[in-house]
């Protein structure tokens, strides 16, 4: 699993979105960039619960809000990679260092490049 940071998105990842936003329609979806990769993940038939979450390295759409709390983690599969980014899941960690899961969703954005194992309960 890659972890993400939850900070501001990047300029390699913003640059990476709107080279995949243009891709992959002909025409632009109205409205700022998280909307419009909504619009595309709708299109795929994405059913989450619409919520993102920012994240250094692009954006991650949640299938639920029931994951997001005030101190959570965001991963994506490492050895699983779609053209757009890859699926993921939101946990927290207890203090033994076990990982609670959350939920699961969809991240969007150049794939993470280091990876780490976890310990799920």
């Known amino acids: ?17 709107r080279d995949w936003l243009r891709d992959s329609c002909e025409d632009s979806a109205p409205g700022t960039t998280p ?7 709708r299109q795929a038939s994405f059913v ?16 639920t809000t029931n994951g997001i709390a005030d101190y959570f983690l965001v991963f994506v ?3 699983v990679r ?3 980014g ?5 946990t927290t960690q207890d203090h ?7 939920d699961v969703g969809v991240f969007v954005g150049p794939h ?10």
Do not use: N
């Open 86 to 90: 890859g699926p993921g899941l939101i």
């Open 1 to 17: 699993m890659c972890r993400l940071t939850r900070d501001p998105v990047s300029s390699t990842a913003e640059q990476f979105l």
């Open 77 to 79: 599969a490492g050895g």
């Open 48 to 63: 989450g619960c619409g919520d993102f979450i920012e994240l250094e390295d692009g954006y991650f759409f949640p299938l």
């Open 35 to 41: 909307q419009q990769i909504l619009t595309r993940l």
């Open 82 to 84: 779609w053209p757009h």
């Open 112 to 121: 993470p490049k280091s990876s780490e194992s976890i310990d799920l309960a």
């Open 96 to 102: 033994a260092g076990v990982h609670q899961f959350r």
